[in-house]
């Protein structure tokens, strides 16, 4: 006995599921690219300004706490305490002392806090009986952070057993980026007669 043959029932083309293919087309790719292109051109400037505030920040910071603390060890010490500008305080790191800097502008090399215990101004730290208190070096590099010249602006703060700094007046300082001078790339230190520090942003004067 013959069984007919089975049919088979074909799926018209229009009905048939065609494989669904992922994927940007290069019109996507390119529009994708070009606003990435836009944000980039945005942000990198952005980024930058941030960088350097942030270092301006942190020398200024550097700088205002290594006063304060000068004053303090004068007072806990009960002798005279000294912080100088050093241009060679990476001799800490072959085991020899760094130097004062008398004729030197430019406190971002680095600065030494050290006693006195003659209560000289004039003292280093290769004097007798000195006690080296702590030593700053270099942590940018791309910033400077200069004082006015003349007698006013010596190269060191002194603080006396009591935490007199034995100023007259205001000394000022000027923390700048090297990509030039203005708001964002610039701050002013100004140290009181009392010795306490305050930031200025911009090229501000203190008073």
């Not at 004082?147 to 700048?176: C, I």
């Amino acid at each position: 006995m013959k069984f007919p043959a089975p049919t088979r029932h074909l799926t018209p083309p229009a009905l048939r599921r065609w494989p669904v293919q992922a994927g940007f087309t290069l019109i996507e790719l390119m529009v994708t690219i070009a606003v990435l292109a836009v944000i980039v051109a945005i942000a990198v400037p952005n980024l930058q300004q941030f960088a350097v505030r942030s270092q301006l920040s942190g020398l200024t910071t550097d700088f205002a706490r290594d006063v304060a603390r000068t004053r303090l060890e004068a007072i806990s010490r009960n002798t005279c305490v000294k912080m100088c500008l050093s241009a060679n305080t990476s001799n800490a790191l072959i085991g020899t002392t760094p130097t004062c800097d008398a004729s030197g502008s430019d406190w971002q090399p680095g600065w030494v806090i050290f006693t006195a215990p003659t209560c000289n101004t004039a003292e280093g730290t290769g004097g007798t009986g000195v006690v080296v208190i702590a030593i700053q070096q270099s942590a940018y590099p791309n910033l400077t952070l200069t004082q006015g010249s003349g007698s006013g602006n010596p190269g060191f703060f002194f603080f006396d057993a009591k935490g007199q700094p034995g100023m007259t007046a205001v000394r000022s300082l000027t923390a700048q980026h090297d990509g030039g001078p203005g708001r964002l790339t610039e701050r002013v230190l100004c140290v009181s007669a009392g010795g306490r520090v305050s930031t200025l942003a911009g090229s501000s004067t203190c008073s």
